[in-house]
T-cell receptor, first 114, second 108 residues
Framework: EAGVAQSPRYKIIEKRQSVAFWCNPISGHATLYWYQQILGQGPKLLIQFQNNGVVDDSQLPKDRFSAERLKGVDSTLKIQPAKLEDSAVYLC????????????FGPGTRLTVT | QKEVEQDPGPLSVPEGAIVSLNCTYSNSAFQYFMWYRQYSRKGPELLMYTYSSGNKEDGRFTAQVDKSSKYISLFIRDSQPSDSATYLCAMEGGKLIFGQGTELSVKP
């Protein structure tokens, strides 16, 4: 079974630029999550999708972050404009509808904002 | 007060040692308790999850939950250098709340 795919793996941008990350979840997983992991901290949930609908985006900084999951499969997370404090690893995870506790993570995208 | 507290370490032990990793939490609504392992520059990998108080064993790993004390533990027996990673506890009560992670190094 293929795992969660993410791209790019690394990205370096200057502050005020925009950036987008892509995620392809495990086939058949209805629920998709985006997390932000700052160095030395645990992942923090940014947004959760159930199929193509948003379940929880309470911790998403909506003035600069946006995410979509068209057709209930792939997802993109965008930051515009980026700030220095956005430097982090952005992790995508997926789970089946009934096993939210069992989440499978992708390798993440390491973003550096200079 | 953070919802989930975890000692960040780092923790260094010799090969073969028994390792104890711990987390405390404040939200009594948490129902599922997970341990993830994260190797450097990789995503977290689910090791074990438990529901309610008690013990769960899987090979060299034992997860323990004490809901009355709001305390969970992960024990690793006969630790190996390949166990060197960051261990994250996580609680589920609508969404996953992660601890800070404990960095473990097992020396040959």
């Amino acid at each position: 079974e293929a795992g969660v795919a993410q791209s790019p793996r690394y990205k370096i941008i200057e502050k005020r630029q925009s950036v987008a990350f892509w995620c392809n979840p495990i086939s058949g997983h209805a629920t998709l999550y985006w997390y932000q992991q700052i160095l030395g901290q645990g992942p923090k949930l940014l947004i959760q999708f159930q199929n193509n609908g948003v379940v929880d985006d309470s911790q998403l900084p909506k003035d600069r972050f946006s995410a979509e999951r068209l057709k209930g499969v792939d997802s993109t997370l965008k930051i515009q404009p980026a700030k220095l404090e956005d430097s982090a690893v952005y992790l995508c995870a997926s789970s089946t509808r009934t096993t939210r506790a069992e989440q499978y993570f992708g390798p993440g995208t390491r973003l550096t904002v200079t | 007060q953070k919802e989930v507290e975890q000692d960040p370490g780092p923790l260094s032990v010799p090969e073969g040692a028994i390792v104890s990793l711990n987390c405390t939490y404040s939200n009594s609504a948490f129902q599922y308790f997970m341990w993830y392992r994260q190797y450097s520059r990789k995503g977290p990998e689910l090791l074990m999850y438990t529901y309610s108080s008690g013990n769960k064993e899987d090979g060299r790993f034992t997860a323990q939950v004490d809901k009355s004390s709001k305390y969970i533990s992960l024990f690793i027996r006969d630790s190996q250098p390949s166990d060197s990673a960051t261990y994250l506890c996580a609680m589920e009560g609508g969404k996953l709340i992660f601890g800070q992670g404990t960095e473990l190094s097992v020396k040959p």
